[in-house]
C-alpha cells in the first residue's frame, strides 16, 4: 500500500503543481493585456471604421474580423443579438484582420461596397456563403463576387473602387493596430477598451454587461 | 540520515521499485510541461514536436501500469518508446541548432522547428528538455534491466 500512497501523492503533486501555474501565468497574461491595452488605447477605433448601432452608446465594442474565419461568422449573429437585447447601450467597431491568405482582398471588396452603402449587406453576404467561396482555409475573391449578385450593387464601380489605395492603407493600418493591441486571432474583441482575455460568447456577454451595469 | 549519502544513494538505486517510479515522475513532469507550453502558453507544438509527444506521453501509463501491481517486464514496452522518442528528439536539435539543413526538415510552414520559441535560462531549448527526458529515462531503464536480470 505504501508504493500506491506514494503514486497517488507524487500525481496529486504534479497536477496542484500544473494547475497553480497554469493559474498565476493566465492571471500575469491577462493584467499585461489589460495594461497593453490600455497604454494603445488610441489605436483602438480609427475615423475610418465601420461602426453600427448607436454612436453616442456608453459601451463600445471593437471586434477585429476576418471575413474568412469561421468563428467571426459563427460570433455575427450573437454579437448583433447581444445587441439587440440592449437596443441603444451598443456601438460596434469592426476592425480588419484579414488573417487568412487573399482575405484582404474580401475585405478591399467590403470596402467598396461601403462607397455604395452596403457594407453590412456585403458582410452578411460573406459571412452566410463562405462556403462558396473559401477553399483549404483560403479565400477566393472570384467565388464571392459571384455573391454579390443579389446585393444590387453596381460591380463595374466596385471593381474600380475596391483597387484604391486608400483601401489597402487602411488594411494596412488595422494590421499594424492589431499588433500593437496584441490581437493574434480573430475574433478579437474589447468592450470599452478591455481585452475580452478568455475567449467564449458567455465571456462576451458577461464583460458587454458588466461594461453596462458599470455605466449605467 | 546523515551518515553515508553514497550510501543512502546506493540503496535508492538498489530498489527496483524505485526507478521505475523516477521514470514514471520525468514522463509526466515532461508530459504536463509540454502541455503547460501549448495549452497554457499557447506555444504551437511544431511537427517534431508532436512525434516527441507521441513517444513520450503513452510512457507516463507504461511506468504507472508497472508500478501498481509491479510488473517487472515493463523495460520490454518502455525501452522502444524511449529510444525512438529520444531520435525525434536529437533530430529536433540537429534542426534548430544547424546541422540539418533546413530545406530537409518535414515541418509545415505554419510552425517551424528551426525556430527556437522558447529559451529558459537563455539556453534551454524545449527540445533539449526533451533529450534530457528521454536519455535520463533511457538510462534508468538500462539500470533496471541490469538489475532485474541478476
Known amino acids: 500500500m505504501k508504493k500506491l500512497s506514494i503514486i497517488i501523492t507524487a500525481l496529486l503533486v504534479l497536477l496542484s503543481v500544473f494547475a497553480v501555474a497554469s493559474y498565476v501565468y493566465k492571471q500575469e497574461k491577462a493584467d499585461q493585456a489589460g495594461e497593453n491595452a490600455q497604454k494603445n488605447a488610441s489605436v483602438l477605433v480609427r475615423d475610418y471604421s465601420p461602426t453600427l448601432g448607436n454612436k453616442e452608446a456608453k459601451v463600445t465594442i471593437v471586434e477585429f474580423f476576418d471575413p474568412?474565419?469561421?468563428?467571426?461568422?459563427?460570433?455575427?449573429?450573437?454579437?448583433?443579438?447581444?445587441m439587440s437585447e440592449h437596443p441603444g447601450k451598443i456601438n460596434l467597431v469592426l476592425r480588419y484582420l484579414p488573417l487568412h491568405p487573399n482575405s484582404d482582398v474580401i475585405v478591399s471588396i467590403f470596402e467598396a461596397a461601403r462607397l455604395q452603402g452596403k457594407f453590412w449587406q456585403t458582410l452578411e453576404r460573406a459571412y452566410t456563403t463562405q462556403q462558396a467561396w473559401i477553399e483549404h482555409h483560403t479565400a477566393r475573391p472570384e467565388q464571392f463576387w459571384l455573391q454579390l449578385g443579389v446585393l444590387g450593387l453596381d460591380m463595374e464601380r466596385l471593381?474600380?473602387?475596391?483597387?484604391?489605395?486608400?483601401v489597402a492603407r487602411r488594411v494596412q493600418q488595422d494590421l499594424q493596430d492589431a499588433q500593437q493591441l496584441n490581437v493574434r486571432k480573430t475574433p478579437g474583441f474589447f468592450v470599452n477598451g478591455k481585452p475580452l482575455i478568455e475567449f467564449?460568447?458567455?465571456?462576451?456577454?458577461?464583460l458587454v454587461q458588466s461594461e453596462i451595469k458599470a455605466t449605467e | 540520515m546523515s551518515d553515508s549519502p553514497n550510501k543512502q544513494s546506493a540503496a535508492l538505486l538498489?530498489?527496483?521499485?524505485?526507478?521505475?517510479?523516477?521514470?514514471?515522475?520525468?514522463?509526466?513532469?515532461?508530459?504536463?510541461?509540454?502541455?503547460?507550453?501549448?495549452?497554457v502558453m499557447g506555444l504551437k507544438p511544431?511537427?517534431?514536436?508532436?512525434?516527441?509527444?507521441?513517444?513520450?506521453?503513452?510512457?507516463?501509463?507504461?511506468?504507472?501500469?508497472?508500478?501498481?501491481?509491479?510488473?517487472?517486464?515493463?523495460?520490454?514496452?518502455a525501452f522502444p518508446?524511449?529510444?525512438?522518442?529520444?531520435?525525434?528528439?536529437?533530430?529536433?536539435?540537429?534542426?534548430?541548432?544547424?546541422?540539418?539543413?533546413?530545406?530537409?526538415?518535414?515541418?509545415s510552414e505554419d510552425v517551424s522547428c528551426a525556430k527556437i520559441d522558447l529559451e529558459l535560462l537563455g539556453f534551454i531549448t524545449i527540445p533539449m528538455l526533451s533529450i534530457l527526458s528521454y536519455t535520463a529515462i533511457i538510462l534508468l531503464l538500462i539500470i533496471y534491466r541490469k538489475k532485474t536480470l541478476s
Open chain 1, 200 to 206: 467564449g460568447y458567455q465571456q462576451l456577454r458577461q
Open chain 2, 81 to 107: 518508446l524511449a529510444i525512438i522518442g529520444w531520435c525525434f528528439a536529437v533530430y529536433h536539435y540537429l534542426v534548430y541548432s544547424g546541422y540539418i539543413p533546413e530545406s530537409l526538415q518535414p515541418c
Open chain 1, 68 to 82: 474568412a474565419c469561421g468563428t467571426c461568422s459563427a460570433f455575427y449573429p450573437l454579437v448583433k443579438q447581444l
Open chain 2, 14 to 39: 538498489n530498489n527496483q521499485w524505485l526507478l521505475i517510479f523516477i521514470c514514471w515522475l520525468i514522463a509526466t513532469i515532461a508530459t504536463l510541461g509540454s502541455l503547460f507550453f501549448s495549452e
Open chain 2, 46 to 77: 511544431c511537427v517534431l514536436c508532436w512525434y516527441q509527444r507521441i513517444f513520450m506521453y503513452p510512457l507516463v501509463i507504461v511506468f504507472l501500469s508497472a508500478m501498481w501491481p509491479t510488473d517487472r517486464t515493463v523495460f520490454r514496452y
Open chain 1, 159 to 166: 471593381n474600380t473602387d475596391m483597387q484604391s489605395p486608400e
